[in-house]
Nanobody, 122 residues
Framework: QVHLQESGGRLVQPGGSLRLSCAAS????????MGWFRQGPGAEREFVSA????????YYADFAKGRFSISRDNAKNTVYLQMNSLKPEDTAVYYC???????????????WGQGTQVTVSS
């Protein structure tokens, strides 16, 4: 079992930046590919980004390319999502997820965090 705890969500102005963190507990962190999803108001949950267990491979939704960056620190059991040039449409609850494999292959996550609210507004 893996427990995921997100942090870092808050109110930020358009054009601003924010870094989300997700701390994981459980067995060897590098055994899990990790990722982020989000769910905006009245919208379905959508994929944002994923990273392989060793951190070498990264994947992004089209809306995230060039603005968001995923990274991980396996020594700290933590994955990050750096978000730049934020837009009001980025407003959503952001969820950290874990996959029961170090390889990400576009399947459904096995574990979900509780989510952290990001609001982009002036």
């Amino acid at each position: 079992q893996v427990h995921l705890q997100e942090s870092g969500g808050r109110l930020v102005q358009p054009g601003g930046s924010l870094r989300l963190s997700c701390a994981a507990s459980g067995r060897t962190f590098s055994s899990y590919a990790m990722g982020w999803f989000r769910q905006g108001p009245g919208a379905e949950r959508e994929f944002v980004s994923a990273i392989s267990g060793n951190g070498f491979r990264k994947y992004y939704a089209d809306f995230a390319k060039g603005r968001f960056s995923i990274s991980r620190d396996n020594a700290k059991n933590t994955v990050y999502l750096q978000m730049n040039s934020l837009k009001p449409e980025d407003t959503a609850v952001y969820y950290c997820v874990a996959y029961s494999s170090p390889v990400y292959d576009n399947r459904s996550p096995n574990y979900w965090g509780q989510g952290t609210q990001v609001t982009v507004s002036s």
